[in-house]
Antibody, heavy 119, light 107 residues
């Protein structure tokens, strides 16, 4: 069974940094491109970033303005999102998602990590 | 960036009725479109990919069609567990991948 299990929710102060994690099981992790998507409470879905199967290539939403970095450790079957210079507008539920190996939609999602940016 | 527009924003239907959800792309995306269902407190669940291909295990009451810029998700004979928000996603021109703002189906 494919599973993506994310780290627990966290509260961080404005201007702070945070690293989210997503651990995969049930499939060959290093065969797949992985993504991060977020959802402001009560709002829609926003794509944030992707990283290719070997971790050599990444791409980001322009809105992040270079504040987030995606990485992966295939030996640990884990995906990460390093977030810095956080603002209140970054308060959201963050999901990791697996990209389908043929087409480019997202076929499996993690359960989400709630990040609250608050003083 | 391709803009995805979903309509209606909210759809109120009775059990057993049919629901038709629409998604429009700001430019042609061929059939590179997926549909997701999201219930409160849960991650999105893949329903449809390639505009009309049903995900594994999806009940037959869910169907979808479309190509180019106009797409439709149909839920025939709605059941109470179909109450959710439904999103479309384009994966034709990326980055970024872009979602519609969702249609809330109330039963």
């Amino acid at each position: 069974e494919v599973q993506l299990v994310q780290s627990g929710g966290v509260v961080v102060q404005p201007g702070g940094s945070l690293r989210l994690s997503c651990t995969a099981s049930g499939f060959v992790f290093d065969d797949y491109t992985m993504h991060w998507v977020r959802q402001v409470p009560g709002k829609g879905l926003e794509w944030l970033a992707l990283i290719d199967w070997e971790g050599r290539s990444a791409d980001y939403a322009d809105s992040l303005e270079g504040r987030f970095t995606v990485s992966r450790d295939n030996t640990k079957h884990s995906l990460y999102l390093q977030m810095k210079s956080l603002t209140i507008e970054d308060t959201a539920l963050y999901f990791c998602a697996r990209e389908d190996d043929h087409l480019r939609h997202f076929d499996y999602w993690g359960q989400g990590t709630l990040v609250t940016v608050s003083s | 960036e391709i803009v995805m527009t979903q309509s209606p924003a909210t759809l109120s239907v009775s059990p057993g009725e049919r629901a038709t959800l629409s998604c429009r792309a700001s430019q042609s995306i061929d059939t590179n479109l997926a549909w997701y269902q999201q219930k409160p407190g849960q991650a999105p669940r893949l329903l449809i990919y390639a505009a009309s291909a049903r995900a594994t295990g999806l009940p037959a009451r869910f169907s979808a069609s479309g190509s180019g810029t106009e797409f439709t998700l149909t839920i025939s004979s709605l059941q109470s567990e179909d109450s959710a928000v439904y999103y479309c996603l384009q994966y034709d021109d990326w980055p970024p991948w872009t979602f519609g703002h969702g249609t809330k189906v109330e039963i």
